[in-house]
């Protein structure tokens, strides 16, 4: 990734999508080309990776990893209410408020210093990653934000290469189990559902890369995860299987009913052919979609003007 320390200008991020125009601008532009270099150069690092492998742990991969524990450990201090609620816990509000008003201070804690100037613009992303706290929902809008998050502070220079594999096995996975966490604690509503016929209620990154982690695998076949005993047993090593496991926790009835198109992809011959897909449909179903993309707000990290010298399929061929 590129380092944009040296040049960087405080700035506040802006909304610039607003109908679909917007998106085409969006697909030419340098934050595009950031984001799915980004989840490319992930993508690779965690290539025929288990969860369980030993990866190098930086002093500033240890500190977000506090700060997501820190998070977490905030849960016990707001309670879900126990009057009967239609749309999500209302108590989340006061959890989402309390990281929006520490957002700075957890920041300071966490970065170095000399990223400072950035913790505004960084908030955006940090403090969305989690839902939103007025219609108590979380999708993978907020996923994306928190995954730019990861982004801003590697594009200042915060992480090396030899990072990469920690970020996603290490940082997203506790992530994850955050994010889910406070999606039962709270109840939380999908955010842009497809309803059955999407890929998941919440989640779309672990499958990029958890398809990534599976490729080439000697007994591990995308048909797998269809066996609830394998993805149990698979679940703590490999990212898409815990996906499945967690579908099936909260989720009642036969899998091929409420996940059909996961059980369909199930038939795909190989995970190499699991990630390419989820890479394209990542791109298709989040970045291009107007009613996640139109959340996304663009600054210095991730400016909405049209990079130089790159398209889409070169941004992905990093994958």
């Known amino acids: 990734m590129e380092s944009l320390l040296s040049t960087y200008i405080p700035t506040i991020p802006q909304k610039c999508i607003y109908k679909q125009p917007d998106i085409d601008v969006f697909t030419r532009s340098k934050a595009f080309e950031r984001l799915m270099t980004f989840v490319g150069l992930l993508n690779s690092s965690v290539t025929k990776k288990k969860i369980s492998d030993p990866c190098p742990i930086s002093e500033q991969t240890q500190r977000i990893l506090d700060m997501l524990d820190e998070m977490d450990s905030w849960l016990e201090e707001f309670p879900p209410l126990d009057n009967p609620q239609r749309f999500g816990n209302k108590a989340f509000r006061r959890w989402a408020n309390k990281v929006e008003k520490e957002a700075e201070n957890l920041m300071r804690k966490t970065l170095p210093e000399s990223m400072y100037s950035a913790i505004p613009e960084l908030a955006i992303y940090l403090t969305t990653g989690f839902g939103n706290s007025t219609r108590i929902d979380y999708g993978s809008g907020h996923e994306l934000n928190f995954f730019a998050w990861l ?28 994010a889910r966490k406070i999606q039962r604690t709270y109840t939380l509503e999908p955010a842009g559902s497809h309803g059955v016929w999407g890929l998941d209620d919440h989640q779309f990154l672990p499958y990029v890369w958890g398809s990534a982690q599976l490729i080439d ?33 909260v989720k009642r009835g036969p899998f091929h009913e409420h996940s059909p198109m996961l059980h369909d992809i199930s038939s795909v011959l190989s995970w190499n052919k699991v990630n390419t897909g989820m890479t394209k449909m990542y791109i298709a179903e989040v970045l291009k979609k107007v009613p996640v993309a139109q959340h996304f707000l ?17 941004a992905v061929a990093a994958s």
């Not at 269809?226 to 499945?244: E, G, H, K, L, P």
């Open 298 to 314: 663009f600054g210095y990290l991730f400016p909405f003007e049209e990079a130089t010298n790159s398209s889409a399929p070169a």
């Open 151 to 178: 982004g801003g502070i590697a594009l200042l220079g915060g992480f090396t290469s030899e990072d990469y594999q920690a970020i996603v096995l290490r940082i997203f996975v506790r992530y994850l189990e955050l």
């Open 217 to 249: 695998h000697p007994r591990l076949k995308p048909r797998s995860i269809t066996s609830r005993d394998t993805v149990d047993v698979m679940a703590n090593d490999y990212m898409y299987f815990r996906c499945i496991q967690y579908i099936h926790e």
